[in-house]
């Protein structure tokens, strides 16, 4: 029996729910395999990233269970203190 799929309609647009999730291991050389509509920080603290264009942003203080809606090409160690971070595409 096939599953009911209620989001089916919204696509995979920036606005519509993830349809695939991934843990990210914070890396200041490589990019993630897949730029990302948000991430879900499982452990609070500092997120760096590198946005879709490139830019550096440090996001401080952000509280466990957070979801950022942001689109990273990477998520750095140096400055990243945050954990347990998933990639939602």
Same mark, same amino acid.
């Given at each position: 029996? /096939? ?8 696509? /995979? ?12 291991? /914070? ?5 993630? /395999? ?56």
């Amino acid at each position: 029996m /096939p599953i009911l799929d209620r989001f089916a309609h919204q696509g /995979p647009g920036p606005d519509g729910p993830a349809v695939r999730c991934f843990a990210i291991t /914070p890396d200041d050389d490589d990019d993630l /395999p897949e730029l990302v509509r948000g991430l879900y920080v499982g452990g609070g603290g500092a997120v760096s990233i590198h946005d879709a264009e490139g830019g550096t942003t440090v996001f401080s203080g952000v509280p466990s269970g957070t979801v950022l809606p942001v689109r990273a090409r990477r998520v750095r160690a140096t400055d990243t203190t945050a954990t347990a971070l998933v990639g939602l595409v």
